[in-house]
């Protein structure tokens, strides 16, 4: 029986936006994802850019979109997991065919419009053979982000949310796919925004290291707290919606959770792994 994908958080334009983009590709609808030529800034004084200026996440291959721990944190807004395969004639069951490798990561992050506009699109692991433990890392468009500017005068810089889509083959051979989606509370600046921890699992993803965001734009972070400098120009190159066969779906239970505690016990060795292998 197909389960529906999860999906989570306040129903508004950005959830329509996901169900669209999901949609899109379940029924072969090629959706073209543009910028807007002139970009309007937002001019809330609330408005603050929480979430981190690069990612580094371990490949944790046996766990599924049971395995999301984001939906909780304080910041984060609607969220979305697909795990499947890529044929409808090949059911995935996680435990008697297991992933054994990923072969392709895509990051994009998109913009604060709730329209899904890429505004950073990150390819560096698109031919690859990676297994699990094995670490990867990409730098969020938000470390463009210049402190002594208005960050209302920079909103190109300013994620809206990310989607991570992962391809990879199980032992059986068949090719499964991982797509995990998140949005950003940006109008939440208080205190307690952290919307992406160490040791929060994501699907097959299991957050290795983080670095901060900006402190001068996130009121959570106390000044000083440290970050890099700016580093790289975001990617707006108009992106098309790939097309791919009606999913099956593995989908979160209530019986995932007894599985979080003996997995925490190795999230601690797989960070240090990951810190090791940078």
Known sequence: MTTPARC?????????????????????????????????????????????????????????????????????????????????????????DPVIEVVSVQFLEFDTSGELLVINQDDTYANVSLGDDDSISFHSVSSSLNPSIPLEDQIDYVPGGVQLTLRGNAASGAEISNRVTWSYDNMNCGPNNDPVKVDDDIGWLTVGEVVNAWPAFCPALPAGSPTISPTMTPTKSPIATPKTASPTMSMPSKSSKKGKAKKAKTKKAKAKKAKAKN
């Open 8 to 96: 989570t958080g306040r129903v508004s334009s950005v959830a329509l936006s996901f169900l669209f983009l999901y949609l899109s590709q379940v029924l072969h609808v090629s959706a073209e994802i543009s910028t807007p030529s002139t970009p309007t800034p937002l001019t809330d004084p609330s408005l603050c850019s929480c979430s981190p200026t690069v990612f580094t996440f371990v490949l944790s291959l046996d766990q599924s979109c049971d395995n999301f721990d984001i939906d909780e944190n304080d910041g984060i807004g609607l969220t979305f997991c697909f795990l499947g395969t890529t044929t409808s004639s090949n059911r995935f069951l996680e435990e008697e």
